[in-house]
């Protein structure tokens, strides 16, 4: 999947120099969405989902703990 | 129409503006190559979507010089930029806890990492583009006024821009030898280990 968005981004520069603009146009647009899907899928944990759990700071409050409030 | 010297000014610090971000981005990305190749520190999946995201903002600056300055080609960079960041922030609260099997990878510069680093350089870009159309984007005129107004930046923003192709090709075969058509790994060049 990685080749196909350097390969997309490389044909958009290549009609982009060649003022066939929408084609540029439309194939950035492929790259981007190919490159946010990769994200998604690179980033995507079966263990935590999308979530970041080893930065997760909330300790027990202290009434909790003790039993207050 | 205001006087053709007001007009002209007025291109040569737009498009002036746009060649030191082009410059810019074409350095960075000389950069990473060069520690990729002279260092052997191949990219992980993630760096590789923040190089391409730096060569999405290049593409609508691109642009700008082959045909002449637009909103549209200044969303097109900023929609990038904003990927950059996203991508970069994540990467770097993905390492920012020291676990097994996690760490930042490669080497830093000036004590920071390279998603560290991708973080600031979306950030600054960010705040450039909101100068530029704060300062300029009121401006009627602007739109008219092709990149051929100014020959010389417009030469130098196009040779700028065929070096970042010329990057982005060699970045395209790098990635063919690193990933295959499968995932991406920083072990090594998939398709040179058989």
Known sequence: MMVLVFAALLAAFACGWRHKTAAAIGLLALAFVLAVALFLWEIYSPQYGFAMPWIQVERAAPHAATGEG | ?194
């Open chain 2, 1 to 194: 129409m205001r006087a053709d010297a007001e007009q002209s000014a007025l291109a040569f610090g737009n498009y002036l503006y746009q060649l030191l971000i082009l410059t810019t981005f074409a350095g960075i990305l000389t950069a990473a190559m060069a520690m990729q190749y002279a260092f052997g520190e191949l990219p992980c999946p993630l760096c590789l979507l923040q190089r391409a995201a730096m060569f999405g903002i290049c593409f609508g600056i691109m642009l700008d010089f082959r045909e002449r300055f637009s909103y549209r080609n200044v969303g097109l960079s900023l929609l990038n930029a904003v990927f950059l960041l996203v991508v970069s922030a994540r990467q770097s609260l993905l390492d920012i806890y020291a676990r097994p099997g996690h760490a930042y990878v490669g080497s830093t510069v000036f004590g920071l990492h390279m998603p560290v680093w991708s973080v600031i350089i979306s950030v600054l870009l960010l705040i450039a583009y909101a100068l530029q159309l704060a300062v300029l984007g009121g401006d009627r005129d602007l739109p008219n006024l092709p990149a051929s107004t100014c020959p010389k930046l417009k030469r130098a923003g196009e040779v700028v821009s065929l070096y970042v192709m010329a990057l982005l090709a060699i970045n395209l075969v790098s990635v063919i030898l690193q990933c295959g058509f499968g995932q991406c790994h920083t072990f090594g060049y998939a398709l040179l280990h058989g």
